[in-house]
């Protein structure tokens, strides 16, 4: 994919260290490792969550191995999924992972408008995405704006985002979130619980959000 750049942001920063061989240790260093010790949120709480709001007719972005979509236990077998993610190395191991679903895979950007998808999605998730994000909460404004844009009337925006603020309580984890934001992994040094919900009102109505160690957990409706 050609790089673009939006006022002066990479926004290819996030999702191009996730190669072949890195995913393959993905869910073992994300799932299995950082969530307990580094951030302080049990998996099972971020599988719960996404369980509690996913439906049949869901649209991922940020698929990264397929992990949440695969464990989903509301999905029925004629699920209408689709994966959508910058990276094709992500696109392809999610799709591969998720085959019985038979997904849709869009390669896009989350810094423009998604031009390839035609029927909404009545739920729409970005676990674990935004804290990869460069820039501001403009950025963060237009990226909920662009996917809400592809969801049903009333349908469902949700995810997960690490914060940078506070910082994580665990000596260990503020180690390795300082060192992700100095590599461009993350870019959440500025994002903190006000400045999630700011975001994403401008999108979103009867959003609710829970913190757990590091964790925001997010819903909201389409307006
Ligand atoms: C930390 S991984 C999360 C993977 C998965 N959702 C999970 O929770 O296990 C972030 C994902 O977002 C994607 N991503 C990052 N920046 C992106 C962008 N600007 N546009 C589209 N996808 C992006 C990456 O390629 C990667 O698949």
């Known amino acids: 994919m050609p790089s673009i ?18 995913l393959r240790w993905y869910d073992l260093i994300v799932h299995g490792v950082s969530n307990r010790w580094f951030w302080s949120c049990p998996t ?6 996404f369980d509690d709001h996913a439906t049949n007719n869901h649209l991922d972005i940020g698929v990264g191995t397929g992990f949440f979509l695969d464990r989903c236990s509301v999905f029925s ?15 392809a191991a ?23 998808l035609t029927e909404p999605f009545t739920s729409v998730s970005l676990m674990y995405v935004l804290h990869c994000l460069p820039g501001d909460q403009a950025f963060r404004k237009r990226v909920i704006e662009h996917a809400s844009a592809v969801l049903t009337k009333d349908g469902k925006l949700f995810g997960a985002t690490l914060l ?12 390795v979130m ?10 959440n040094e500025q994002d ?18 829970q ?11 389409n307006s």
Do not use: M
């Open 192 to 209: 903190t619980l006000e400045s999630l919900k700011e975001v994403l009102e401008t999108s979103l109505v009867d959003i609710e959000i």
């Open 5 to 22: 750049n939006t006022d002066n942001l990479d926004v290819n920063s996030g999702h191009q260290v996730y190669t072949p061989k890195l």
């Open 44 to 49: 099972q709480l971020l599988e719960a969550w």
């Open 164 to 175: 940078g603020k506070p910082s994580p309580t665990s000596w260990l984890g503020r180690q």
């Open 211 to 221: 913190q757990v160690g590091s964790v925001a957990l997010f819903v909201g409706r």
């Open 94 to 116: 999610a799709a591969k992972r998720i085959e019985r679903y038979h997904p849709e895979t869009i390669q896009a950007n989350l810094a423009e408008p998604f031009e390839q």
């Open 178 to 187: 300082a060192s992700y934001n100095r590599k461009g992994i993350f870019g």
């Open 77 to 91: 077998p004629d699920a209408r999924i689709g994966l959508l993610d910058a990276n094709p190395n992500c696109l």
